[in-house]
């Protein structure tokens, strides 16, 4: 396995990571910003002061940004002049907090909802919603355990679903209308514990595990490819850099739910060369 190497450090708590236009964007969740940086470590400040966590990114295919506003149970819209505004109102579908965004290549974003309070509240399933290009929403699953990190496979055929509590990636597959249907296990992970995932070239996916400190490369059914060991949580990770075969792991050190967000920044963005190029969305 080539050499860890660190592109960027300092981070508050660092989720969310997509890769557009040369360069990775995230959230930073602690300093309320998100956040793009390329390939030499040149960082700037795309929007602050978003203080509704938890928060995600993605884009709509004409490329405007969509952030994710958890608590608000907003889906907001960045225009081209800078303004955020708000592109779906998703409170009516659940109270509890919003998390993980993936947009497809038709335009549908999916948006999944923790299903209760957290942190610090009782467990209950989530839900998945369905935000059609216009901004309509509606629920298309349920029953999902801490829904996190989302991919959909090229073909825009297939959602798999980062079950965290549930230690498992599960899939879906997308009709014609976007609605989801025949969930199924994609992978048990053996006490693995999923939180942000990208799907590669040959059909794997690489998913964060915040607990074991690692990134895991996984097939369908559940085999390890490979492993990365951490010193600290690695909350999510995402395929970009030139051929899309960099490996961009967020690291951040991990002290409970009621530390979240901590004073020091120990968040981190380190890279490593993949042995297969991202595919798919996001």
């Not at 991919?151 to 079950?163: C, F, G, K, Q, R």
């Not at 799907?199 to 996984?218: F, M, Q, S, T």
Request: with cysteine; net charge negative; aromatic share 8%.
């Amino acid at each position: 396995m080539p050499e860890l190497q660190t592109l960027m450090t300092g981070l508050a708590l660092g989720e969310s990571p997509r890769w557009r236009d040369g360069r990775l964007w995230f959230s930073d969740w602690g300093a309320q910003e998100v956040i793009a940086v390329d390939l030499d470590g040149k960082s700037e400040v795309i929007v602050g002061g978003v203080a509704s966590l938890p928060f995600s990114i993605d884009w709509l295919p004409d490329g405007r940004l969509l952030v994710v506003s958890g608590s608000d149970g907003l889906l907001l819209r960045r225009d081209p002049d800078g303004s955020l505004v708000t592109h779906a109102d998703l409170s009516r579908l659940s109270d509890h907090p919003w998390n993980e965004i993936v947009v497809e290549g038709r335009g549908n974003a999916y948006v999944n909802n923790i299903g209760f309070d957290f942190p610090g509240g009782e467990f209950a399933h989530g839900i998945i919603a369905l935000v059609k290009p216009d901004g309509s929403a509606r629920q298309v699953a349920d029953g999902v355990s801490f829904p996190n990190g989302m991919v959909v496979t090229p073909d825009n055929s297939t959602l798999i679903l980062a079950e965290s509590y549930a230690n498992r990636l599960t899939a879906f597959d997308i009709a014609a209308d976007g609605g989801l249907s025949n969930p199924r296990v994609w992978a048990d992970l053996a006490g693995g514990v999923p939180d942000g995932i990208c799907l590669d070239w040959e059909g794997a996916v690489w998913y964060g595990d915040v607990p074991n400190k690692r990134c895991v490369r996984v097939r369908e059914g559940g085999e390890v490819l490979q492993t990365i060991d951490l010193d600290r949580g690695c909350f999510a990770c995402m395929l970009g850099g030139v051929d899309n075969r960099t490996l961009f792991l967020i690291a951040n050190e991990w002290h409970g739910v009621a530390n979240m967000v901590e004073e020091a920044r120990t968040g981190q963005v380190l890279t490593v060369e993949a042995p297969a190029p991202g595919v798919g969305w996001p």
